[in-house]
């Protein structure tokens, strides 16, 4: 378990990879997000994307359950205030493999139990960066002042 005393400026990880497929691109934006480029592929075609793409809400989805099968499970974490400097860098595709890079970029104490970890958070698709965004998350103090 890593806790909020545990975590170092600087340090990096790398978080697992995931395949984009079209049939899940278009179910999440019939449902969140339903414009033509992200439901219909012959539209999608038409329009400046060129062809289907997904939802920047479905590449920030995909992100956070890589960050959580690859790292948040095994961190003491309270959750999130909330993400800085959110940008969808290039569209995401069908095929596209994802990946998802960390760094901790800041840390201040928050409260008795809880410390806050800025960590700059980047999504690659097929080695192109997709998503970037600095999350704000509350971890755990090992020791409670």
Do not use: C, N
């Amino acid at each position: 378990m890593e806790y909020f005393e545990d975590v170092r400026v600087g340090d990096t990880g790398e978080h697992g990879s995931y395949e984009v497929t079209a049939a899940e691109i278009t179910e999440f934006a019939e449902r969140y997000d339903p414009q033509p480029f992200h439901t219909d592929p012959e539209a999608a075609a038409d329009s400046p994307f060129g062809g289907l793409v997904a939802s920047g809400w479905h590449t920030a989805a995909m992100t956070m359950r890589l960050l959580v099968d690859g790292h948040l499970s095994d961190g003491a974490t309270r959750g999130a205030l909330g993400v800085d400097e959110l940008r969808w860098r290039r569209p995401v595709r069908p095929g596209d493999e994802l990946t998802v890079t960390t760094e901790i970029v800041d840390k201040d104490d928050w409260d008795d139990e809880s410390g806050l970890v800025s960590v700059r958070i980047t999504t690659e698709a097929d080695g192109e960066e997709a998503l970037s965004m600095v999350g704000l998350v509350l971890y755990e103090r090992r020791e409670k002042r």
